[in-house]
């Protein structure tokens, strides 16, 4: 409804349906980067998956460093007497991601502080330091291969 009403939409259930994609949502936490981009693939091969959106911020991450793959999805709702095709955001990470995204959501959200140049570099910092993480750890799953 919030964003019904930021964007001045009417707050009716067919407006509700074809303007907001990401009434539901789930975030899929994988060990390697080389996963995020397998499990994609893979939902994308699904014949009853319809994609609607594909926002790639592993390769291109965020100003702030944010990365993650965001799909959104249609896909079939059975119910009794009919199926209804329902929009999902599919959020892909990996854990290093998800550790940085997580806590900067706190420190920037979470507290109502303002936050200044120096808090944005030392995040930006952070976020280049999980990306060689998540680097490193798929070099040494390859090594071990």
Sequence with gaps: MN???KRGLPLDFPTMQANIMDVAGVRVICSFEEDVFFLAKCLKGQSDIEIITEKDYISHPKPNGYRSLHLTIRLPVFFAEKEVHVPVEIQLRTIAMDFW???EHTIRYKKNLPINTEIETE???CADSSREWDTKMERLLHLMR
């Design 3 to 5: 964003k019904m009403q």
């Design 101 to 103: 995204a997580s806590l």
């Design 123 to 125: 995040l930006k910092e």
